[in-house]
C-alpha cells in the first residue's frame, strides 16, 4: 500500500462513523489525506476519528446527509477551511427491511431520503469545487442495487437508483474531469449486518453463497474505494465493481458438486 497517495489530497466521507466508512476514514487518513468523516452521531464520529491510524488527520462533522441545506453548507465549509476538495464518498444509507405492501410510506421515504437524496445533495454540491482539481466521487452501493434480495423493496430500489446516477454522472461529468464510479458491497462485519452474522444459520447460508466463504471485512471495501479515488484509476470510469467474494459469479443455482 503506497502510504503517499493522497498527501495534501481533502476527502469527504459520509456516513464516517462505523462500518465500511469509519475503514474508509482510516484508510484515506493512513494515506495522507485530510479526512472529513461526516454522520449524524457526533459519538460515533467521535470515537471512529480517535481509532484512526496515528497521524491521520480526521475532522468529524454532523450532518445528515438527507438535509440539504445542511450537506451544501457542510461542502462549503470543507472547501472554506481547507482550500479544496478532491474526493467524495457517498456512503451514508440506511435500510427498512419489507416488501412493497408492508411496507409505509414514511419507511420508503426515509431510505430515499438517506440513500438517494443524500448521494444527489452532496455530489452537486461538491462537483463545482472536485471539477476545480480533477477530482472524483465514489459511491457505496450494494449487490442488493445490482440484485434483488427477499424483503428489501426500499433498499434495494434505493441502491438500483445509485447504480444508475453513478452511470449518469459518469457520462456527465468525466470530460470536466470528474470520475464517478462504485463499489457494492455483499455481506460485510459491520454493526448493520450483525442481525445476520451474529446468527450462525444465517451466516451459514451467506458463506454457502459467497464464493469465498466468508463475509467481507470493512477495510477490504475502504481498499476498493481508495483505489478507485486514486491516480491508479485514472481512466476508470463509470465502474461498478462488486466487492463480494465472488457472490455474483454465480449463476443462482444451488451446489450441486
Keep these: 500500500m503506497s ?6 489530497r481533502v476527502v ?7 462500518g465500511i466508512g469509519a475503514a474508509t476514514v482510516d484508510r484515506f487518513g493512513r494515506e495522507g489525506a485530510t479526512v472529513i468523516s461526516v454522520g449524524r452521531s457526533e459519538d460515533k464520529l467521535k470515537r471512529a476519528a480517535a481509532e484512526a491510524a496515528a497521524g491521520s488527520t480526521v475532522v468529524p462533522r454532523v450532518t445528515d446527509v438527507s438535509d440539504e441545506a445542511a450537506v451544501n453548507a457542510l461542502i462549503a465549509s470543507v472547501v472554506e477551511d481547507f482550500g479544496r476538495l478532491d474526493v467524495l ?16 410510506t414514511a419507511s420508503w421515504r426515509q431510505v430515499f431520503d438517506a440513500d438517494v437524496d443524500g448521494v444527489f445533495f452532496a455530489s452537486r454540491a461538491a462537483l463545482p469545487h472536485l471539477r476545480r482539481v480533477g477530482g472524483c466521487i465514489v459511491n457505496v452501493g450494494s449487490v442488493s442495487g445490482l440484485g434483488a434480495d427477499w424483503g ?3 433498499y434495494n430500489s434505493a441502491k438500483g437508483a445509485v447504480v444508475n446516477l453513478t452511470n449518469a454522472m459518469a457520462l456527465d461529468h468525466a470530460r470536466d474531469g470528474v470520475r464517478v464510479n462504485a463499489v457494492h458491497p455483499s455481506l460485510t462485519r459491520t454493526s448493520v449486518a ?5 446468527n450462525a444459520e444465517m451466516l451459514g447460508a451467506f458463506e454457502e453463497r459467497i464464493a469465498m466463504g466468508r463475509a467481507a471485512e470493512p477495510s477490504e471495501v475502504a481498499s476498493v474505494i481508495a483505489f478507485l479515488a486514486s491516480e491508479d484509476a485514472s481512466f476508470v470510469n463509470g465502474a461498478h465493481i462488486p466487492v463480494d467474494g465472488g ?4 449463476s443462482g443455482q444451488p451446489r450441486m458438486f
Excluded: K
Aim: proline fraction near 2%.
Design 152 to 154: 428489501m423493496a426500499a
Design 3 to 8: 502510504e503517499s497517495r493522497f498527501t495534501d
Design 247 to 250: 457472490l455474483r459469479a454465480s
Design 12 to 18: 469527504v466521507v459520509t456516513g464516517g462513523g462505523s
Design 194 to 198: 450483525s442481525f445476520v452474522t451474529d
Design 89 to 104: 464518498v457517498n456512503n451514508a444509507a440506511i435500510a427498512v427491511p419489507g416488501t412493497v405492501e408492508q411496507l409505509d
